[in-house]
């Protein structure tokens, strides 16, 4: 009787073993990194004056992504312009036309391995800019 509770023992620890191993290899560090942000060079500008608006990201788990910023004057977002193909770092210059706040985000967007189309990856916070 104590030769069949110690094959237990030992059988129920080596399964623990092995459930824990498991649990360690699943948990490991992910190997695929996604950023994206946006910045601006200056908070705030008089009327005509010219912000630079830079946005950097990429997606290392994808193979092909583009690297997009969108401008917001009002209520609605309008793109601004897109860099070139898996581009980790797109710049623009916009001239300020009108008062107010204006607003600005960087989206990555990203083609999944198998993927026939872009689809959004990631959207960075904003970056505002008071033109006075």
């Not at 788990?61 to 898996?86: F, I, S």
């Not at 904003?126 to 006075?132: D, M, N, Q």
């Amino acid at each position: 009787m104590p030769d069949r509770l110690t094959r237990r023992a030992a059988a129920a620890a080596l399964t623990g073993t092995l459930a824990l191993a498991g649990v360690a290899v699943a948990a490991g560090p992910a190997s695929a990194k996604s950023e994206v942000s946006v910045a601006t060079s200056a908070s705030s500008l008089r009327l005509g004056q010219t912000v630079r608006i830079t946005a950097t990201g990429g997606d290392d788990g994808v193979r092909y992504t583009v690297l997009c910023v969108d401008h917001r004057v009002g209520g609605v977002w309008r793109q601004l312009g897109c860099g070139p193909n898996n581009a980790r770092r797109v710049g623009y210059a916009v001239r300020a036309t009108q008062r107010g706040t204006q607003q600005y985000r960087a989206r990555l967007l990203a083609m999944r391995f198998g993927g026939r189309f872009l689809t959004v990856d990631r959207i960075s916070g904003t970056a505002s800019v008071l033109v006075h």
